[in-house]
Every structure is written in C-alpha cells, then in structure tokens.
T-cell receptor, first 114, second 112 residues
Framework: DADVTQTPRNRITKTGKRIMLECSQTKGHDRMYWYRQDPGLGLRLIYYSFDVKDINKGEISDGYSVSRQAQAKFSLSLESAIPNQTALYFC?????????????FGEGSRLTVL | DQQVKQNSPSLSVQEGRISILNCDYTNSMFDYFLWYKKYPAEGPTFLISISSIKDKNEDGRFTVFLNKSAKHLSLHIVPSQPGDSAVYFCAASSMGNTPLVFGKGTRLSVIA
C-alpha cells in the first residue's frame, strides 16, 4: 500500500460544484502539503500544514480551502469549482525537522472542471 | 517572480551520453536544494539533494553541482539510460518552516 494515498484519483465535475480531494498518510509525518501541477508551470503550493493545529496559505490558495482532520489526514476543497482549476493535484508529506526538506508525494488526483 | 528557474522545458540525449539539467535561483536565503523525478501517472520522487555547505553531491550515476556565487545548480546523469526519461524538478528551501519552492521542470528524453 502507498504511504501517501489520494482519493479520488480522477474526477470530472462541472463548474460551480463543490469538490473535496482527500489525502491520508501512514508515514507518521507531521507536515502535509497540497500542490498543483499544470503543464509548463511546475508544482505550485496551495496550502500546507506543519501540525494538526497549523494551516498556512501557499502561493495559490485563492479558491481553495483545507482541513487537517488528524495527523494523518489533510483534505483540499474547492467550494465552487471553475475550469481553470483543472489540474493534477498532489498531496505530500515531510518529517518534522530543520528543513521542510524531502517530500513524499501521493500519486496525484486528476481533476477536470467542465 | 519565480524564485527557482528551470529555463529548459525539454532536453533530448542519446543513451550512454551525459544529461545536464540546469537550475537557477534568485533567493539568497535558500541553502538546501533538491531534485525530484516524475514519471507520467506517478507522484514526484526524491532523487538527490545538496546543502549550501557543499558544492557537489554524488549518488551513483547522479551528481548535483552547486555554484552559490552564481546561484546555479546542475544535475548530471552519467551515463544516461532510457529509464531516466522523466520530468525533473529542481526545488529549494531554507532553514526553518519554509516549504520547498519548485521550478517548472525539465522533460528529459533519453533516446536509445
């Protein structure tokens, strides 16, 4: 089983719908992240959480919200999806430490907003 | 303003030759640098890293070079193999609670 699991792996939805992407991890890491990948734009940080009570906005948080339900669970919500949120979304974890260093990524959730 | 730049979107190399992927950064506070590899339909995976106290780190066929004065790092793959064909992301961080910043990636194609 994967250490970082994302559900769903693929989702097609319509403009205006609410969507939740879920992430769970078995690595025991405190830190969790949501990134978005778009062609030609690389990986951009949406939100991150360094522990259960800590939530921080990343580079592109507008239109997204997150919930850290437990150390092992970090979900990303799109309250009202729009077509330019069509992208590949990655959850990642990292251990506590001096650097937010080596990240362990899930396999990705491909979201299409029509 | 991009803090981590990978100016070559793609690179094509023959099998057995050297692949050199480049990365530039603008934030002088960055002191830890990483390379990730990503295959289609998979998440990125960590490949190799280097801290600013070093100018070279080697792991098998992969070597990362850091030139702090030029704010430049490069990943060398020798010899290149078809299985190395993937997208490579450069990332940077600094001590403390700052998440990694990624470049846009370079797609490497190793031709047999």
């Amino acid at each position: 089983d994967a250490d970082v699991t994302q559900t769903p792996r693929n989702r097609i939805t319509k403009t205006g719908k609410r969507i939740m992407l879920e992430c769970s991890q078995t690595k025991g890491h405190d830190r969790m992240y949501w990134y978005r990948q778009d062609p030609g734009l690389g990986l951009r940080l949406i939100y991150y959480s360094f522990d259960v009570k800590d939530i921080n906005k990343g580079e592109i948080s507008d239109g997204y919200s997150v919930s850290r339900q437990a150390q092992a669970k970090f979900s990303l919500s799109l309250e009202s999806a729009i077509p330019n949120q069509t992208a590949l979304y990655f959850c990642a974890t990292s251990p506590q430490g001096g650097y937010a260093g080596e990240l362990f990524f899930g396999e990705g959730s491909r979201l299409t907003v029509l | 303003d991009q803090q981590v730049k990978q100016n070559s979107p793609s690179l094509s190399v023959q099998e057995g030759r050297i692949s050199i992927l480049n990365c530039d950064y603008t934030n002088s506070m960055f002191d830890y640098f990483l390379w990730y590899k990503k295959y289609p339909a998979e998440g990125p995976t960590f490949l190799i890293s280097i801290s600013s106290i070093k100018d070279k780190n080697e792991d098998g066929r992969f070597t990362v070079f850091l030139n702090k004065s030029a704010k430049h790092l490069s990943l060398h793959i020798v010899p290149s193999q078809p299985g190395d064909s993937a997208v490579y992301f450069c990332a940077a961080s600094s001590m403390g609670n700052t998440p990694l910043v990624f470049g846009k990636g370079t797609r490497l194609s190793v031709i047999a």
